[in-house]
């Protein structure tokens, strides 16, 4: 059978000659930049971590690819924009994904293939998820070299459309749609990722929120015990379970707050209300917006009252009230709501750069426990992309670029594989326009000599 891959194919000529091409270029490689992420993985050490965590009842004698080498393979592909499985079977001999496994070129064994990885995605057990979880959040705390005075922690869910009868699938009215809807917290101030967990697709009750967020803050008490942490969600999450157990375990909180017929009536707020609407009226301006806030006790809340702080915004167009139920106590209503919680609008581009930029919703495993260890790769690749980013130049106009621009540039950078008797060769594109770039980030992530 002849190889597709060596038959000749045309292009227009040019000045008069021809132009033909074959894929029989050799030992080249599309994915440069993978380097540099395997740099970032043993930096951080993700595989080896996570791969603890999973029992392997094979024959150690007989393995050939260790389940950390599993594991490090799948991240990379991920990172690199192959979120398939499937795409192992080619990569795998692909010399500069062999090359980031610690593998030579020319080595006749290649990295492990697809129906490998997904047996592994399927392996781990509930409870092995459970540890692997609370490894990533390891991982978070361990990415400061230092404890922080304080960090603020944005909580979301996101929608995930299904593909089939996947376990944890759940009609959303909202959506439209079959689908999960995991929980995605992050670090927004640096970006960081801390937790991801799948679930079905309804909005979580307060009792279920409580819960998630205990166990979170609790893993991070063991690294952090005196930082300051704060809450940061939307009217999801303005429940009094959530609420009542942050004040007892001194945890503070910005939560979005839905509006109501009580607190549309209190008189601090019809009094601003009132006010903006004559005067933006009176001045003729399109849009004014002002500020208030009162002491609120929902019939769920029992008769602890809260601090809840009112947006007033009167246009053209009728007037506009927007609410934030808060534990702190200092600030004005205005930087409550504008400075504090509207900077929550930035979780929502991480969010994207998980689920768009690194395909996080390709749960489509029957399996929930499958498709739990998947949202757990995927995120682990977003550390690897994370890092390579923290390792640009702080004046790199990269440095506050997306994943999809950094994959761009960086990651997917030609290169020729040339190995020798004594040494391994990358020779990369003499025009590469982001070679200093490129330099800068492999020595900033070189391991430090032992």
């Known amino acids: 059978m002849i190889d597709d891959s060596v038959v000749p194919f045309g292009f227009p000529a040019i000045c008069r000659k021809k132009v033909t091409a074959a894929f029989d270029g050799g030992r080249l490689t599309s994915d440069g930049g993978v380097l540099l992420l395997a740099q970032a993985e043993r930096r951080m050490g993700i595989a080896g971590r996570l791969a603890s965590c999973i029992a392997d009842p094979r024959d150690q004698s007989r393995v050939v690819h260790g389940l950390g080498d599993i594991l490090q393979a799948r991240m990379l592909a991920i990172a690199c924009g192959y979120e398939d499985a499937d795409d192992l079977d080619t990569l795998r001999h692909d010399p500069g994904f062999k090359l980031a496994a610690g593998k030579l070129p020319g080595a006749a064994v290649g990295l492990a293939s697809q129906p490998t990885m997904s047996r592994w995605e399927n392996a781990p057990t509930t ?7 609370g490894v990533m959040v390891d991982i978070y705390c ?5 404890p922080p005075a304080a960090v603020t922690l944005d909580i979301d869910e996101t929608v995930d459309v299904v593909h089939g009868g996947q376990q944890l699938s759940f009609w959303n009215g909202h959506y439209g749609t079959r689908c999960f809807l995991p929980i995605h917290v992050y670090d927004t101030v640096t970006g960081r990722p801390v937790a991801m967990l799948l679930r079905a697709g309804k909005t979580p009750s307060g009792a279920e929120m409580a819960g998630h967020v205990r166990r979170l803050i609790r893993r991070i008490r063991r690294h952090w015990p005196r930082t300051r942490i704060t809450l940061r969600g939307d009217g999801h999450y303005g429940r009094p379970e959530i609420m009542t157990w942050c004040e ?3 945890v503070d909180y910005v939560f979005g707050l839905p509006g109501n017929r009580m607190l549309h009536a209190d008189p601090a707020i019809v009094g601003v209300a009132d006010a903006v609407c004559i005067d933006r009226a009176t001045r003729g301006w399109p849009v004014l917006r002002r500020y208030t806030e009162t002491r609120y006790a929902a019939k769920s809340w029992g008769t602890t009252g809260r601090r809840v702080v009112a947006r007033i915004e009167a246009s053209t167009m009728g007037l506009d009230i927007r609410y934030v139920v808060t ?7 205005e930087r409550i709501y504008d400075t504090l919680y509207c900077a929550r609008g930035q979780a929502e581009n991480l969010i994207k750069m998980h689920k768009a930029q690194l395909k996080s919703d390709r749960t489509s495993c029957r399996s929930a426990n499958a498709n739990q260890m998947r949202l757990i790769l995927h995120t682990a690749a977003y550390w690897l992309m994370w890092t390579v980013r923290q390792a640009l ?3 790199a106009v990269l440095r506050t670029a997306e994943f999809a621009t950094i994959r761009l540039r960086l990651i997917k950078v030609a290169a020729r594989v040339i190995e020798t008797a004594s040494r391994v060769r990358i020779a990369f594109a003499s025009a590469c326009p982001d070679a200093d770039i490129f330099r800068h980030i492999a020595r900033a992530l070189k391991p430090a000599p032992t």
């Open 127 to 133: 409870r092995e998820l459970v540890k692997m979880m």
């Open 142 to 146: 361990a990415s400061y070299p230092a």
């Open 248 to 250: 007892t375990n001194k």
């Open 327 to 333: 534990s702190l106590q200092t600030g004005s209503a």
């Open 393 to 395: 130049p702080e004046t």
